[in-house]
């Protein structure tokens, strides 16, 4: 059990220091205008049935080669979450590398249980692909659990983060179409069996050409994507378990 | 993207295709049905329920008597019997051997591994309704791939009912069967449970003890490959279970057996008792004024495998 301990605590030193040095090490990112954006969204599951709610989204060059990633979600079936990603970024030939370490707390009020997760992992983007693999470790309290307790609450200590996305097209084009699967989104964090896939795009309301001048005018991104979780993916009998729509609008300055 | 780049994806698709395919196998070669694991072919889980609910209505829900206010369940899991199922013949003959036992037991899930088996392992239920005792059943997801719910309805009849174990000095248990083989309640099932728990929770049960295939927790890396719930349905259930004051939830599917305690419930992953492996245990659950449990071993590779080995037993 202490090996274990320690044997894990290297592994997160590691990660640390990786994450650290490759902040460090980072170079400037062509992306360096701060982006907001307020989605809309509608999903229905077995669980919850019919559920809407709100993402809000912050996408925060802070400095020339580190970009901070804030959401925050609020759903109508009593479930909310905040997410912060503290990504250091820097460019090869091609497409850039990224290393995320993301905090997300999710309160489960419907349930009284919070969900707390960290992770850690390395993403390359290019232009028609991002892959993102790592490691998150998660935890399942009681919200009402005394803290000076050791009961109430499960611990996952290890769990495979991984996610892929296919564009159709380069970021820089003013229009594109996206399809992903993975086991993480801004908001989710599911277990590494389950894969959740979706379908997206979005939609520039002003050319690229006049975005690119000098002048970097603050514009408006239209957004919209379908997500789809099965239940029972790999291993059981796998069938639909949510579906959830999301559509809004995006804000660069 | 230039014709080149499309060709490129579709190669690193092509390659990886095989990988996936592997990770999806459910069953022994050659009987793959990748289908399943991206849309289900048996019955959905709403279906099944519905089914289940219209045969339970008819036959209504089972009352056990038992002769003492301790009582001992026989429980096994993941039998996954094939072409051979030594494992299972052990627990039938332990279980029958134990004068003492409850007349009743338990097989929380995978009954069979392929399609083809189900003669294989009935033939033990046979063994055990011939001495006059019962076994009852969860399906697993092995039970309903391969398109097997119709076959698993025509032996089992119901995969989500509960029964109520009477003591002597009149107090019950309750024990309710939930069908989790594709990974989910679905929604009737959950509306069902709910209702279901807020009833009896009000009705002075001694102990609640729910019983089904797939595992809530997922806390270490012993479950392989074996997906579980989403995480919506992992919260709801374990509210609901601890809301409404569950003692015990027996579970099976990743084959190794994990105690945890949430919401004060206990969730007791069971070993599994499938031949051909090492480390294979049924259970043998206590109930009394509390619950306890012990793993008796069983197999060939365990030493003293032909004796019969049930500890309340003098040989």
Redesign the interface.
């Known amino acids: 059990m202490i090996l274990t301990f320690i044997r894990m605590k290297k592994i997160t030193w590691i990660l640390c220091l990786l994450a650290i040095g490759t902040g460090c090490w980072a170079q400037s990112s062509s992306d360096s205008r701060y982006r907001l954006s307020l989605q809309g969204e509608v999903g229905h599951?077995?669980?919850?049935?019919y559920y809407s709610g709100a993402l809000l989204h912050a996408h925060m060059p802070v400095v020339k080669n580190v970009d901070i990633l804030a959401d925050i979600e609020l759903l109508s079936s009593n479930v909310y979450t905040a997410e912060i990603t503290f990504r250091p970024k820097f460019s090869l030939p091609v497409g850039h590398l990224y290393m995320d370490a993301t905090a997300l707390g999710t309160i489960?009020a419907?349930?009284?249980?919070m969900?707390i997760v960290g992770s850690l992992s390395l993403g390359y983007q290019m232009d028609?692909?991002n892959v993102q693999v790592g490691w998150f470790y998660r935890t399942?309290a009681?919200t009402n659990r005394s803290w000076d307790s050791e009961?109430?609450?499960?611990?996952?200590?290890?769990?495979l983060l991984y996610r892929l996305q296919?564009n159709?097209?380069p970021e820089r084009e003013r229009w594109n179409v996206y399809v992903g699967l993975g086991n993480v989104t801004p908001t989710?964090?599911?277990?590494m069996?389950?894969p959740m896939f979706w379908l997206g795009g979005y939609y520039d309301l002003r050319p690229q050409s006049e975005l690119s001048s000098n002048s970097l005018p603050a514009h408006f991104r239209l957004l919209a994507e379908v997500m789809v979780?099965?239940?029972?993916?790999?291993?059981?009998?796998?069938?639909?378990?949510?579906l959830q729509t999301r559509f809004g609008i995006a804000y660069t300055f | 993207?230039h014709m080149k780049?499309y060709f490129r994806?579709l190669s690193f698709a092509l390659c990886l295709s095989p990988i996936v395919l592997g990770?999806?196998s459910?069953g022994k070669p050659g009987n793959h049905d990748y289908l399943?694991?991206?849309?289900?072919?048996?019955e959905?889980?709403?279906q099944r329920f519905e089914q289940s609910m219209e045969y339970n209505l008819e036959h209504g829900y089972d009352t056990i008597c038992v002769a003492n206010e301790d009582y001992r369940v026989y429980v096994c899991s993941d039998a996954h019997v094939d072409y051979s199922s030594y494992n299972m013949d052990t627990f039938t003959t332990c279980y029958l051997a134990d004068h003492d036992a409850a007349p009743f037991c338990l097989c929380v899930g995978d009954l069979i591994n392929a399609t083809d088996n189900y003669p294989h392992f009935m033939a033990h239920v046979d063994r055990i309704q011939a001495a006059g005792r019962r076994m009852y059943s969860t399906p697993g997801?092995h039970d309903?791939?391969y398109n097997q719910w119709s076959i698993y309805r025509d032996y089992w009849h119901t995969s989500c009912y509960w029964l109520v174990v009477k003591l002597p000095s009149g107090a019950r248990d309750l024990f309710i069967c939930l069908d989790s083989?594709?990974?989910?309640?679905?929604?009737k099932q959950?509306q069902w449970l709910r209702e279901l728990l807020r009833e009896k929770s009000k009705q002075g049960f001694r102990h609640l003890i729910v019983y089904t295939h797939?595992h809530l927790?997922?806390?270490?890396?012993s479950q392989s490959?074996?997906?579980?719930?989403?995480?919506?349905?992992?919260?709801?259930l374990?509210?609901l279970f601890g809301r409404y004051g569950v003692d015990i939830v027996l579970q099976g599917h990743s084959h190794y057996r994990l105690t945890?305690?949430?919401?004060d419930v206990v969730y007791l992953r069971l070993d599994k008792i499938e031949d051909h492996y090492y480390n294979s245990y049924y259970t043998i659950l206590q109930v009394g004024e509390h619950i306890n449990w012990t793993f008796v071993p069983v197999g060939p590779q365990h030493e003293g495998w032909n004796e019969v080995r049930v500890p309340w037993i003098e040989k």
Not at chain 1, 188 to 191: H, I, L
Request: hydrophobic share 40%; net charge negative.
């Open positions: 599951n077995p669980t919850w049935g489960v419907r349930n009284q249980l969900d028609y692909v399942i009681e009961s109430g609450y499960v611990s996952d200590p290890f769990n296919i159709a097209r989710q964090y599911e277990r069996w389950a979780k099965p239940a029972g993916f790999f291993h059981l009998d796998a069938s639909l378990y949510n | 993207m780049n994806l990770l999806m459910c399943g694991f991206v849309w289900t072919r048996s959905t889980s709403d997801n309903i791939f083989a594709n990974g989910t309640l679905g929604q959950m797939t927790w997922k806390i270490d890396q490959h074996t997906s579980n719930f989403a995480m919506e349905e992992t919260y709801e374990a509210d945890q305690v949430v919401k």
